[in-house]
């Protein structure tokens, strides 16, 4: 059996660079960069919390507030907010800095599910979560919406 571990076990901060390749004709970053970055740190974040190896489930929202631009700096933070049996909800918060002026904003916020995996790929338990900020304790309270919004989604597109 496993205990609940304390959301600040399994969270991940990240920084990278804006990078000319990373961006558009505009000279902002492209929205896939930023959700594979998004991605990545989820993933890692949810391998801390369970121990195992994972796999996307969904990206249930990705909200982005505003754009990063070359020779900015993306700062990304990822907690697990909500566990079930093998799925872990993971929020993952996007802000980038101005080297120049030091000026921060949000640019981007996401709720993905990830599911642990055994050595066989199956879907294996995960540790519950015992969040620790008023935000994460927020989000673990509205996860039974989420999962509920998220299994309506499945049945309507024709998912197992």
Known sequence: MSYPL????????????VLPPDTNHLGTIFGGTV????????A???????????????IDTVNFLSSAKVGDV?????VVVSTGNTSMEVYVKVECED?????RKMTTKSLLTMV??????KP????????QTEEEKR????AHLRKYRRLKIKSFVGGN
């Open 6 to 17: 304390s959301s600040d076990v399994s969270r991940t901060i990240q920084t990278k660079l």
């Open 35 to 42: 959700l594979s970055f998004i991605d990545e740190i989820a």
């Open 44 to 58: 890692i974040t949810a391998m801390k919390h369970s121990k195992k190896a994972v796999v996307t489930a969904s």
């Open 74 to 78: 993306l700062m990304l933070e990822a």
């Open 99 to 103: 080297l120049e002026s030091g000026e």
């Open 116 to 121: 642990a995996t055994n050595k066989e790929g």
């Open 124 to 131: 294996t338990s995960v540790p519950g979560v015992i969040p």
């Open 139 to 142: 989000l673990f309270e509205e």
